[in-house]
């Protein structure tokens, strides 16, 4: 494995443990971030969250990581892995790291 790989994985699990403690404390799920699996689907069915919880998510991604999500673009809300993934391409797309 090259360092550069090891960096991206390295990137993506902090961005992932980031974004489930937050989601958590902000949301106040009885959740830790182990018990969040990345591919659950966050609104509906999955955790079961609201419109108004979608927004939370939103601002969390938005305060946490310095991200706006276009109101266009929610299917980037589907789950905590499509969140993670607009966040490292919004964040490549600046030239930044975690």
């Not at 266009?72 to 600046?94: M, Q, Y």
Request: aromatic share 6%; net charge negative; charged share 30%.
């Amino acid at each position: 494995m090259t360092n550069d790989t090891k960096q991206i994985i390295e990137e993506r699990k902090y961005i992932i443990n980031a974004f489930k403690e937050e989601l958590i404390s902000r949301l106040n799920l009885p959740y830790t971030p182990e018990d969040l699996h990345e591919d659950v689907s966050l609104l509906g069915a999955g955790l079961g969250l609201d419109s108004l919880d979608a927004l939370e998510i939103v601002l969390c991604v938005e305060n946490s990581f310095g991200i706006k999500i276009p109101d266009e673009n929610i299917s980037v809300l589907r789950s905590i892995n499509t969140i993670v993934d607009f966040v490292i391409e919004e964040r490549a797309k600046k030239g930044e790291k975690k």
